[in-house]
């Protein structure tokens, strides 16, 4: 990679970054929730409006080099991957002692009958025909 493909990919970067942020910050002030201000501020970026709008400006600063995408990918799957563990450490100190009965019966009713389903299906399936 040169130092004109990783000046690009830096700066797509930290522009991902600053919409994600300043649209965050209106959404908050609009008392919605942030991460749709995040969300709203990667829609704008992508290909839905700056690509319609802008395209040799979403192609200069997102296509500069082939593996731009997929680095630009890896970095979403981290964040999305971040988002995850956020959201999961939310809604676990949300949760009080009467919820846990509700949350027990909901994973187990779907992770059961999918896991034993499988575990049947597969039982179906000659072994032969799969080595």
């Known amino acids: 990679m040169t130092d004109v493909e990783l000046g690009r990919l830096l700066l797509s970067l930290v522009s ?56 630009l990918a890896a970095f ?7 988002l ?3 959201a999961g450490f939310r809604v676990q100190r949300e949760l009080t002692r009467d919820d846990r009965h509700i949350v027990a019966i909901l994973l187990v009713s779907s992770l059961a009958p999918h896991m ?3 575990w049947h299906f597969a039982a179906l399936i000659p072994a032969e025909r799969m080595i």
């Open 84 to 86: 995850m563990f956020v």
């Open 16 to 71: 991902l970054l600053t919409f994600a942020l300043l649209f965050g910050r209106l959404f908050e002030r609009l008392s919605m929730p942030p991460v749709i201000g995040e969300i709203v501020g990667g829609l704008i970026l992508g290909p839905s409006v700056l690509g319609v709008v802008l395209p040799e400006v979403r192609t200069w600063l997102f296509g500069a080099f082939a593996a731009q995408g997929a680095l």
């Open 76 to 82: 979403y799957w981290m964040g999305l991957i971040l």
């Open 116 to 118: 034993l389903g499988g």
